[in-house]
């Protein structure tokens, strides 16, 4: 989310460039849009955005250490109360991968909350296109 709104305030910063001086258009590598369109154009260069890059990005870098954190904690407990090493295994194991869905859904909920709000202020003339 955070990475969306500095490319937003990026890209604006661009557009009152090409505002006040349109011949540096063509020296912007990014885009000056604030749309959908113009994000993922200054996001990736590229068209198509792999898995490995999503992988690869610090939120689910953070969640995946968060979800072995919380799948030892839940280990300590169980050895703590006496378990066997076959069911600490298990809670561990299952309270890590709870714990991955679990962040994964609200960061996806934050994200599709915030993309309903949002309203560019500089749409590309690919966006004013779809949306008639």
Do not use: Q
Not at 26 to 32: D, L, N, W
Not at 49 to 74: E, F, K, M, Q, R
């Amino acid at each position: 989310m955070e990475d969306t709104w500095l490319i937003v305030g990026m890209n604006r910063l661009r557009h009152a460039y090409v505002e006040l001086a349109p011949e540096l258009e063509p020296y912007f590598i990014a885009s000056h849009h604030d749309d959908p369109p113009g994000i993922w154009t200054t996001y990736s260069f590229r068209r198509h955005i792999g898995v490995t890059h999503w992988l690869s990005g610090s939120p689910v870098v953070v969640g995946v250490i968060n979800s072995v954190v919380t799948g030892v904690l839940a280990a300590v407990v169980c050895e703590a109360a006496g378990a066997g090493a076959t069911l600490r295994t298990l809670v561990a194991v299952a309270t890590a991968i709870l714990t991955a869905v679990v962040l994964g859904f609200l960061g996806l909920r934050k994200v599709h909350a915030a993309s309903r709000s949002y309203r560019p202020r500089f749409p590309s003339d690919e966006a004013r296109r779809s949306a008639r």
